[in-house]
């Protein structure tokens, strides 16, 4: 599903445990990290998209978490040119997202990353708040800053001023 001006609605998912660090994971067979993310079904709301993927990405169930808020409206990012699949209709340039921060409630030890046949990620960490701006790929950057700039307040974080 692809919007009219060619992005994809998504939904971001930033898990932070009771230390306020968040879960961070490794795309599967690549050097690159990233929060857990995926597109919103047809007909699925953001919330419940934010369930499946959870579930699919991390093995975390609704129980395991509580969302402490989302962010208002759509944060935007462009595919690199190299990504955009021009033979595909409609074309997708990016993705538009819906952004959640969730409080883990379950012990760690219920994340499993392998509870989907298709794996996304093969290792997961713990990260300081700011880290992932200096860790993500550059064309999520902006978006990232966006999100943890608007929960950093939920979790009473400083602002990032890099």
């Excluded at 709301?45 to 975390?60: D, H, I, M, N, Y």
């Excluded at 690199?80 to 595909?88: A, D, I, Q, S």
């Excluded at 701006?133 to 999100?147: G, H, M, P, Q």
């Amino acid at each position: 599903m692809i919007d009219s001006d060619g992005y994809r609605p998504n939904v971001g998912i930033i898990i932070v445990n009771d230390d306020a660090r968040l879960f961070w994971a490794r795309r599967i067979g690549q050097d690159a990290w990233q929060f857990p993310q995926g597109g919103i079904a047809y007909a699925e709301s953001p919330e419940q998209a934010v369930f499946r993927e959870l579930s699919e990405e991390t093995g975390l169930k609704p129980d395991d978490v509580k969302i402490i808020a989302q962010t208002e409206g759509w944060l935007r990012y462009n595919l690199p040119e190299h990504l955009v699949r021009r033979y595909k209709r409609p074309v997708c340039i990016g993705q538009k997202q819906k952004w959640f921060m969730l409080r883990l409630l379950a012990s760690e030890t219920s994340i499993s990353l392998n509870e989907n046949q298709r794996p996304e990620f093969d290792l997961w960490k713990w990260i300081d708040y700011w880290e992932p701006l200096t860790e993500v790929i550059s064309f999520k950057r902006n978006v990232y800053r966006k999100a943890l700039e608007y929960f950093a307040p939920r979790l009473n974080i400083e602002k990032n001023n890099n």
